[in-house]
């Protein structure tokens, strides 16, 4: 599914995968099979992948339960409102009722390995999101204690890194403090239960929001390869770039293209879209234990 269509429900917004409906007093989560890179939606889908997505975001909302609350209310379709019943075949496993809440207007960004951004930065000032840290590590080392690196929500365009200091002017001081010592906390314990299953979780980001009681809760999606860059464990090495299990091959791909990085983005051949289908059904599989979707 590229797109869902839901008629009898008002549709509240479109993201790069996820069309969200309006219910009234709670939100329906639709997890499409588009996937992005360098911030643009390729024109063909990776198959089973909105429903990769839902199934390890359930399985980690439910796993996380003893840190936090969630805005899971059901995901079973039985229990959605009358309105969804002729759309069940086509929401179920890749849908979520939640409820509704007020968004913390920053990305919750964990980081336990240098990599991405952070290796980039770190070369140039021996820093991560303007954190010092130790000098002469290397590429894909694992950081002394996870980092908690807060960034702006962009509507378009990339995220901004931002300091503790500003994602406590943007939220308020009680709210980043809060939100940063959850987010570590459910990086310490997810890292180490994926380590368990082979996967390093190299680094992730979480969203909070305010509920209509005003209760702090998580919410979005979680631990997905969407929002995480997981590694093989067995292959981690220090100085290299480990096997991952995110769309990295398809960022690799694009990267071979002479393609300006807009839209209209390149068609992608069979043989990349079944390979980031693969990586998205083996992290499934080792975290969850679950038969290949």
């Given amino acids: 599914m590229m797109y869902s269509d839901i008629p009898t429900l008002s549709l509240l917004r479109r993201g790069k995968v996820r069309d969200i409906y309006d219910l009234g007093r709670e939100l329906l989560i639709v997890a499409c099979d588009r996937i992005s890179a360098f911030d643009i ?23 996380t339960r003893h840190i936090i609350d969630n805005h ?12 969804c019943y002729a759309y069940r075949e086509e929401l179920a496993g890749r849908s979520m009722l939640v409820r509704k809440t007020t968004p913390l207007a920053i990305e919750c960004v964990v980081r336990g390995y240098l990599a991405g951004s952070g ?16 000098a002469g590590l290397q590429e894909s080392d694992q950081l002394p204690e996870p980092l908690f690196t807060p960034a702006t929500k962009a509507t378009t365009g990339h995220d901004e890194n931002i300091s503790f200091e500003q994602a406590a002017h943007i939220v308020g001081k009680q709210n980043a403090q809060r939100v940063r010592d959850i987010s570590l906390d459910l990086y310490r ?21 305010i509920d209509a009681e005003g209760k702090l809760i998580l919410i979005d999606e979680v631990l997905t390869p969407d929002s995480s860059r997981f590694w093989l464990a067995s292959e981690w090495k220090p100085g290299t770039s480990p096997r991952n299990f995110d769309k990295q091959v398809l960022r690799d791909y694009l990267e071979t293209l002479d393609w300006n990085k807009q839209y209209p983005p390149p068609p992608l ?3 990349i879209i079944d390979a980031t289908a693969a990586k998205y059904r083996e992290a499934l599989t080792r975290l969850t234990a679950q038969p290949r979707i």
């Fill in 189 to 209: 314990f997810a890292a180490g239960y994926a380590l368990e299953r082979g996967i390093i979780i190299a680094d992730t980001k979480f969203e909070f929001g």
């Fill in 119 to 134: 290796w980039k930065e770190y070369m140039r000032s021996g820093t991560i999101c303007g954190i010092r840290v130790p």
């Fill in 269 to 271: 051949p069979q043989h």
């Fill in 41 to 63: 939606v390729m024109e063909q889908p990776i198959p089973d992948k909105g429903t990769i997505l839902t199934t390890l975001s359930l399985f980690w909302f439910e796993k």
């Fill in 72 to 83: 899971v209310v059901s995901a079973c379709t039985e229990n959605y409102p009358s309105e």
